[in-house]
């Protein structure tokens, strides 16, 4: 009786097991597959303005991988393209989403040569590939996309998966439920609302000597730049040229003009201003808090203020862009002045006035903040016509290797001269104050690192904290050069709602087909059904075998 028990047991032991082992397999398709390849991959940025939605409107992915060769007419609600840009067709693209129709996501593949690390230019076809994918971005941005949308950087792993995955789509062989293929999962909670984005602007002051019994404050000269980006993808959005190139120019002048401050007797009669500004893709709204900040008697100081944008990937030509008339006193010594020194140092330098209307709310330009609070300011950048909005902000193909270093030092020699010149009174002499083989000469290495650092920093200003590590850098940094060092802090206003979620991990998985999956189903039956009569032979017999399989007697109910 005990034997009986125990085979008994042993029975049900081993059928529990082989149950689990098929439950397991059953209820994880996903373990038939194998996982191809892990890759990091950056969200399409989703925003509202005033309600109004735009970009990626989920994060979420768990469906099949296609390429752009299709079958015509094909389903692809549960269908993520990998589309690279190299091989873009801009027009299906938009064409697809303007219609809305049903799309499971997209995934861009973006060329090694945007990515941070890369610092030198291939010269390739770059040119091509940089228009093509500003004019991609440009279009995502302002478009609301009903559906989840990544950038990835080219690698060996994914482009050996997108041939594959081109090969099946060729042959007539989608990857779908039925015929397998190869799965993209992005496991993500949801994108939930930025609350009360914070913009952070510094401030550093470099005081001028003042005369012995002068009640009067001296005049007052700002250098300012707008450091923080906007892009498709926030964690992308490094802004090497706009305006990486602005901020280290910037400093660099900061710290020739210490140089100069530190000794009394070359101390100019001009206190100098330092402003690295936040919020600049939306209407320069950093700049305007921060203006708004000033007392009445600082504005009055204020002779200008040059406003640095996008300085380091020009030829042979920059732009001064005022709002004030040319005629204005302040406007046209400003421009003077640099057109000299341009002259000496082989720079063509243009002017361009555009006036503002106030009552538009646009801001396309960091001077145009100036004038609105009635301070006579200039911006000097390499674009002669006024960008549109999130336009020129940190863009994808805005990398390292698009920036000049040469041009940035160019661009500082060309500043610092003209406002050395103007502090002194050396205006009209061919006087260096900077030049390359003194102790004033600007230090080509020191420019070098800081392009460096911004070209890997992405620096979206909803998404920065307000005591972000890159924001205490450049806090720190002008604590180096300049005095009363100022970290303002301010909400940015509320027409613009921003949503996390930008960066996430993207799995690939090459699953089997449902075909696959019965036939290991059946397989697995047929030894369960083996395995269960062979354990029930051997320790109860093959009667006992039968027996299972004989319609039990009915029972006859007897009457009274």
Request: hydrophobic share 40%; with cysteine.
């Amino acid at each position: 009786m005990a034997a009986k028990k125990l085979g008994d047991r042993r029975v049900l032991d081993s059928v529990c097991s082989v149950l689990a082992l098929v439950l397991v397999l059953v209820a994880c398709p996903e373990l038939c597959g194998a996982a191809a390849t892990v890759v990091d991959v950056y969200r399409l940025i989703q925003y509202d303005i005033s309600g109004a939605p735009f970009g990626s409107r989920l994060a979420g992915l768990n469906h099949h991988a296609s390429s752009l060769h299709f079958p015509p007419g094909a389903d692809l609600s549960r269908t993520v393209l990998i589309i690279p840009v190299r091989d873009l067709n801009l027009t299906f693209v938009k064409d697809y989403l303007s219609q809305r129709q049903p799309l499971g996501g997209l995934l861009f593949l973006l060329p090694q040569i945007f990515s941070f690390e890369s610092k030198e230019s291939t010269g390739d076809g770059e040119e091509l590939l940089k228009n093509i994918v500003i004019e991609l971005e440009q279009f995502l941005i302002h478009t609301n996309i009903p559906c989840p949308v990544y950038f990835a950087f080219e690698n060996d792993d994914i482009n050996t998966v997108l041939a594959d995955i081109k090969r099946n789509d060729v042959s007539g062989q989608p990857a779908t439920a039925t015929t397998g293929g190869y799965k993209l999962v992005v496991s993500t909670t949801e994108p939930k609302k930025v609350a009360s984005p914070i913009m952070s602007n510094i401030q550093g002051w470099l005081p001028g000597l003042k005369a012995d019994g002068d009640p009067n404050q001296l005049p007052t000269i700002a250098i300012v730049a707008s450091y923080d980006t906007f892009g498709a993808a926030p964690a992308l959005s490094v802004g090497s040229d706009s305006n990486g190139s602005g901020v280290v120019a910037l400093l660099e002048i900061a710290r020739l003009f210490s140089l100069l401050y530190s000794n009394p007797k070359t101390r100019g009669r001009y206190n100098l201003l330092f402003g690295l500004t936040s919020g600049g893709p939306y209407n320069y709204n950093g700049t305007h808090k921060w203006l708004r900040s000033f007392d009445q008697r600082l504005r009055e100081t204020i002779d200008y203020a040059i406003c640095l944008n996008s300085i380091g990937s020009w030829n042979n030509e920059l732009w001064i862009h005022v709002s004030k008339p040319p005629e204005n006193a302040y406007i046209k010594q400003t421009f003077e002045g640099l057109s000299n020194v341009g002259d000496e140092l082989g720079i063509k330098v243009g002017l361009k006035h555009k006036k503002i209307n106030i009552s538009n709310s646009r801001v396309a330009w960091e001077h145009e903040q100036f004038s609105r609070h009635r301070i006579t300011a200039a911006t000097l950048s390499e674009l002669s016509t006024a960008p549109g909005l999130f336009e020129n902000t940190g863009s994808l193909a805005d990398s390292r290797n698009i920036v000049n270093e040469a041009a940035v030092i160019k661009s500082v020699k060309l500043v610092a001269e003209s406002l050395a010149r103007h502090i002194y009174g050396h205006q009209g002499k061919n006087i260096q104050i900077f030049a390359d083989e003194g102790s004033l000469a600007v230090n080509p290495s020191y420019i070098r690192s800081w392009l460096d650092l911004l070209s890997r920093t992405p620096r979206v200003a909803p998404f920065l904290s307000k005591n972000d590590p890159f924001v205490m850098a450049l806090k720190k940094e002008l604590e180096e050069h300049t005095e009363d060092v100022i970290l303002q802090n301010e909400v940015l206003d509320g027409i613009f709602t921003f949503y996390d979620s930008t960066k996430a991990t993207l799995n690939i998985y090459q699953v089997a087909s449902v075909t696959f999956d019965l036939l290991l189903l059946l397989v697995l039956g047929s030894y369960l059904i083996v395995l269960f009569s062979f354990l029930v032979i051997t320790t109860r017999g093959l009667d006992d075998l039968i027996s299972l399989f004989r319609r039990p007697p009915s029972r006859k109910v007897k009457t009274a």
